[in-house]
């Protein structure tokens, strides 16, 4: 079995109507629900971060630019790590995440193991 | 004829009190001669009070027996060693304090310490509970036997190679130090979680002996709650979980000890005292920002002990699975969340998350399974309770799932 880094990215700069508290609520039941269900599965690695919305991009020489997302349409919101039996498993199971719903993507990575 | 009562009554209560005492005394590797001590103090109160009736006072009278049979242990050794090793002794002083302190509060901090003793990482999991069993709650070598569903035997060699382990590993009776004392309240919770479980859940059908562990893995972490050096926020969430738990004793279990269903218990035996004793600690342990997998854990027990079977507890009881969940997993936990599922959207729902789960080896998720399609598809149903009966593991279990079967196909 391996490991899958899963990345959450959606568009923090675009106007979204600000969600109603019940919105909010049933978006974070979203999420445990699915957070839940890969761990019923036992394949839940690790839980991961929700990563701010502010950061710094350092770049050679230094350079030093506000917010990833001055460049990247798409900023980094989070991630988790999971474990699956192949790429398809993993994929399948992302198709489960709530940020699907708010327009963001996922992307799957494999973790290269330590012992190959 | 009061005897009777009265000595397996004092063997309980006080053998653990002068073992604890004794060894805090004289240090680990006396485990053996301690529990020579005990054992034959209660052997000479039988055959005392069989011949010359009740003294006075019992326990003062096991006390200082103990005592003084303590007192001639140390100067049997003394005169060995001033025989064999003279040179070793250079002074009367170098002798160690004769003097037994069995009051309340020596007794107290001696059990407290020999937890934190018999809860090293040295030793495994299956091992301490049968020492604490033994030597901190003093059930008898068959009861532990029978609780585990072994023999005797089992257990001697269990317990004699624990106590090996101790002597060599030259564990110390006393509390960790400041900076290392939360790692080992965590050592002792997790062993007495194990003892409440195994009381809580194990298939021996003798509910009393049952309900004892609990009730002793119980009084053994009120001690840590009620020391101010002991009580973590993780400690209090325990005792909450295990009040929580407790006051179901009475409606899970039938008159032969058979297990009723959380579903079709009588709710009017469930014990409002403990409950609300539960709440208490539970709101006790939520004072700093520690979340530990027992505060979760007795927030799940909270719910169950709510009589209305609404949306709101099950939606609650969901979210807290899916966040234990996230912490540790256990296939139990997995299912016990695929059952709150679908009894927020029903069983359809929870059929399909249930089939995800990957646990077609084990008993319980048939056992789920079969709930889960009686109504909508009774073959099913009765298929994977079938399956269910080969793959349990004990008898109490196969009648328990013997009755279901029984109910479908009527």
């Known amino acids: ?116 | 004829m009061q005897q009777k009562e009265l000595l397996p009554h004092l063997f309980r209560t006080e053998y653990r009190k002068i073992i604890a005492v004794l060894v805090r005394h004289f240090g680990f590797e006396q485990l053996t001669l301690a529990e020579d001590i005990a054992s034959d103090t209660f052997l000479i109160a039988a055959e005392t009070w069989g011949l010359k009736g009740l003294p006075e006072n019992p326990v003062a009278w096991l006390y200082t027996v103990a005592k003084n049979k303590a007192r001639d242990q140390v100067k049997r050794n003394s005169v060995f060693k001033q025989k064999v090793r003279p040179a070793m002794i250079t002074d009367e002083r170098s002798l160690p304090e004769t003097d037994i302190d069995l009051s309340d509060e020596n007794i107290k901090d001696s059990q407290l310490q020999m937890m934190f003793a018999i809860a090293d990482p040295v030793l495994s999991l299956e091992s301490q509970t049968a020492l604490i069993l033994r030597i901190l709650c003093g059930f008898g070598i068959d009861e532990i036997a029978d609780a585990f569903l072994t023999n005797k035997e089992t257990i001697h060699k269990r317990l004699g190679r624990a106590k090996e382990k101790l002597r060599l590993a030259k564990i110390k009776i006393r509390l960790p130090a400041t900076p290392e004392i939360n790692q080992g309240v965590d050592a002792v919770l997790t062993s007495l979680y194990l003892l409440f479980n195994e009381g809580y859940y194990s298939s021996c059908r003798n509910t009393v002996l049952r309900k004892d562990f609990c009730l002793e893995a119980m009084r053994l972490t009120l001690l840590l709650v009620e020391n101010g050096q002991t009580n973590t926020a993780g400690a209090e969430a325990l005792f909450a979980l295990m009040c929580f738990h407790a006051s179901r004793f009475d409606a899970r279990t039938d008159e032969n000890g058979e297990i009723i269903r959380y579903d079709e218990q009588n709710v009017a035996l469930w014990n409002e005292e403990l409950i609300a004793k539960g709440h208490y600690y539970l709101n006790k342990s939520s004072r700093g920002k520690e979340l530990s997998r027992y505060h979760i854990e007795a927030a799940i027990a909270y719910w169950h002990t709510i009589k209305n079977d609404n949306s709101e507890k099950w939606e609650n009881i969901l979210q807290l699975y899916n966040q234990l969940l996230c912490v540790i997993y256990s296939p139990v936990t997995a299912l016990n969340r695929t059952y709150a599922i679908s009894k927020i959207n029903g069983k359809q729902a929870a059929i399909q998350e249930a089939e995800q789960l990957g646990l077609t080896n084990n008993h319980l998720y048939h056992v789920l399974l079969g709930y889960l399609y009686t109504g909508s598809d009774q073959e099913k149903a009765v298929r994977h309770l079938k399956t269910a009966l080969q793959l349990a593991k004990t008898e109490r279990e196969r009648i328990l799932i013997r009755k279901d079967i029984i109910n479908l196909e009527i």
Request: net charge neutral; charged share 25%; proline share 6%.
């Open chain 1, 1 to 116: 079995m391996n490991e899958f880094l899963l990345i959450f990215r959606r568009e923090y700069k675009t106007a979204v109507a600000q969600p109603s508290p019940e919105e909010l609520q049933n978006m974070m039941k979203a999420w445990q629900n699915w957070m839940g269900s890969i761990a019923a599965r036992n394949k839940l690695a690790n839980s991961g971060n929700r990563l701010s919305e502010e950061g710094k991009v350092v770049k050679p020489g230094s350079v030093v630019t506000n917010g990833p997302y001055v460049e990247m349409k798409e900023a980094i919101g989070g991630y988790i790590i999971i474990r699956a039996d192949s790429m398809e498993e993993a994929a399948e199971i992302s198709k489960g995440c709530p940020i699907l719903g708010v327009g963001g993507n996922v992307e799957v990575r494999t973790i290269v193991p330590m012992e190959p």
